[in-house]
């Protein structure tokens, strides 16, 4: 049965200054690091967010690792572009 590629939920996790980004299939590292275009803005003042970005070792989850500590009760804007799986399927 085909599975189609996309992103099952999105997990804050402010006490480690983190973002999970969570697929259903395995990403692909090389085209993750050299193609994936990921973005966060704050929404109010539309400032971007300084992060790194990785996936896990499952290889199925993005994760997004905040430089500062995220803004309380303050609603972000996270894009996510150019994302493939192993077999290079896009989401």
């Known amino acids: 049965m085909y599975q189609e590629f996309c992103i099952l939920d999105v997990e804050p996790k402010a006490y480690e200054k983190k973002?999970?980004?969570?697929?259903?299939?395995?990403?692909?590292?090389?085209?993750?690091?050299?193609?994936?275009?990921?973005?966060?803005?704050?929404?109010?003042?539309?400032?971007?967010?300084?992060?790194?970005?990785?996936?896990?070792?499952?290889n199925k989850n993005i994760v997004i690792?905040?430089?500062?500590?995220?803004?309380?009760?303050?609603?972000?804007i996270v894009s996510v572009k150019n994302?493939?799986?192993v077999v290079d399927e896009p989401i």
């Open 83 to 85: 994302l493939y799986t």
């Open 19 to 58: 973002l999970i980004i969570y697929t259903n299939k395995d990403l692909s590292r090389t085209r993750f690091e050299t193609e994936a275009q990921v973005q966060v803005y704050e929404r109010q003042s539309k400032s971007e967010a300084l992060f790194t970005k990785s996936i896990d070792e499952t």
């Open 65 to 76: 690792e905040f430089n500062d500590w995220p803004i309380p009760n303050t609603e972000y």
